[in-house]
């Protein structure tokens, strides 16, 4: 008999969402994320990317009527792409360079052809690929013992990364599947922010397997894998942090269109570009920080010329516009640590 993880969250209330077509509580929600552990056997032992793009096209779907997902099993990996899948834009470094293109869509198509619950597709690095990968973690291992928070300093260390090999995100699903209960999917591009979002409910990350383009190591305008390793997957590792992403997950699954908007920017400025309180000063839990040295430089010494603004997280208010087009972010939230997230989000969530 398969045994199932279910990861329990703790909350002194559960949040119950309902819509017609479904209803749960958190903690239904965590456990319908369980997966057989025979799908995953023990494991042995710029710009860091942005996930979101706001336009109409998230008006456009939001207009649809959006069916609550009773299981990752409902949600897509590839009907709602908005971007930087294999077409990319003309001001992208890849765009000129066909080799790459056509490299981008071979590994795209096998994330569109991946089912869940079975493992996620290999992909065979090249020496190239691998060299862009050894940069970015040489530049990064050098700023993060001063600007990445301990959570992370301590769950990086799980995963043993070295500069010739670049992981494989199914070896890294296993390692979060037993240490809190997550899965990583991977994703051909730019997933709407309501299929993102909703997958956090049941414990599922979308990754991308491409690398960005060579010609630009430090930066890319879209989540690559080298994103994706070094920015997310040593905090998911973590429990509590875990518990704190899923909860915006949740909150997703019962939102209106001006609510998902709202829930879009609350993981940009905690997920994407969080910071938190510690001992020694202001440090890094955002994957868009974690994962850019150019940004992480900014964060604490203003490199664009002029120092950031870091304000208190109120989940209740406004939040500023996201934005990635005008180089470093001038605004970071400051937590007092992962608690203080996550019973800001248990609160705001309990609104809805």
């Not at 920015?231 to 899923?246: K, Y």
């Amino acid at each position: 008999m398969a045994l199932k993880f279910a990861v329990q969250f703790s909350l002194a209330e559960p949040i119950t969402c309902s819509s017609g077509t479904a209803a749960c509580t958190l903690r239904q929600a965590s456990r319908i994320s369980s997966v057989p552990n025979k799908f995953f056997p023990r494991a042995g032992a710029r710009h860091g990317g942005y996930r979101f793009i706001v336009t109409t096209q998230l008006a456009d779907f939001n207009k649809q009527v959006h069916k609550i997902p009773q299981s990752i099993h409902d949600i897509s990996n590839g009907d709602h792409i908005l971007g930087f899948g294999v077409e990319l834009a003309e001001h992208h470094p890849g765009f000129h360079d066909e080799e790459y293109k056509k490299r981008r869509s071979y590994i795209g198509n096998l994330a569109k052809l991946h089912k869940i619950g079975e493992p996620i597709p290999h992909v065979e690095y090249s020496d190239e690929e691998i060299k862009i990968w050894g940069e970015i973690l040489g530049k990064l291992t050098y700023l993060h013992p001063t600007h990445a928070c301990k959570r992370y300093l301590d769950t990086f260390q799980l995963f043993n990364f070295v500069p010739d090999r670049l992981p494989c995100l199914q070896e890294l699903s296993e390692v979060l599947m037993m240490r809190t209960g997550w899965q990583i999917r991977p994703v051909a591009g730019l997933l709407h922010p309501t299929d993102f979002l909703n997958a956090m409910a049941f414990r599922t990350f979308h990754c991308t397997q491409y690398v960005r383009h060579g010609s630009q190591p430090m930066y890319t305008p879209e989540p690559d894998i080298c994103h994706e390793i070094l920015g997310h997957i040593p905090l998911l590792a973590d429990p509590e942090f875990a518990n704190l992403v899923q909860l915006i997950g949740l909150a997703s699954l019962r939102a209106s269109k001006q609510e998902m908007l709202h829930l879009t920017k609350l993981y940009w400025y905690t997920v994407e570009f969080g910071t938190v309180k510690e001992r020694d000063g202001v440090k890094a839990f955002g994957a868009g920080l974690l994962s850019s040295f150019g940004e992480l430089q900014h964060m604490l010494s203003g490199e664009d010329g002029s120092m950031p603004i870091f304000e208190d997280l109120d989940p209740f208010k406004k939040l500023p516009k996201m934005d990635h087009k005008c180089g470093f972010q001038k605004r970071y939230f400051l937590c007092e640590n992962f608690s203080d997230v996550a019973s800001k989000l248990t609160a705001y969530a309990k609104s809805l």
